[in-house]
């Protein structure tokens, strides 16, 4: 199983050194638009027969959704795992305290 850290550095490593450099607009619209193409698959698995073929596009979708949140931590130097450790503290704090 890769880890957070793992897939980010891939993405550092091998997908940014491999693609067309693009500025952070750009990766901000990236990323707009694979969350759209998250909720589209949401929104079939409803009113479709076939969910099979839809939970494997939905599958993709987030995968590419991850690709472009890793990006534009990458541009920031931001750790993606320790961003998520912080929140999940957040909120465990939050949960303990009853809100």
């Given at each position: 199983m890769t880890k957070l850290k793992e897939?980010?550095?891939w993405v550092r490593e091998d997908w940014e050194k491999n693609s067309k450099p693009v500025d952070e607009k750009t990766e901000?619209?990236?990323?707009?638009e694979e969350f759209g193409e998250v909720?589209?698959?949401i929104r079939k698995v409803d009113g479709n027969k076939n969910r099979k073929k839809i939970k494997v596009d939905l599958?993709?979708?987030?995968?590419?959704?991850?690709?472009?949140?890793?990006?534009?931590?990458?541009r920031?130097?931001?750790d993606l795992e320790k961003a998520f450790l912080k929140t999940?503290?957040?909120?465990q704090e939050r949960h303990q305290k009853g809100y």
């Open positions: 897939a980010q550095d901000i619209l990236f990323l707009i909720a589209e698959m599958e993709k979708e987030i995968g590419d959704l991850l690709v472009c949140l890793a990006t534009i931590a990458n920031h130097h931001i999940k503290k957040k909120i």
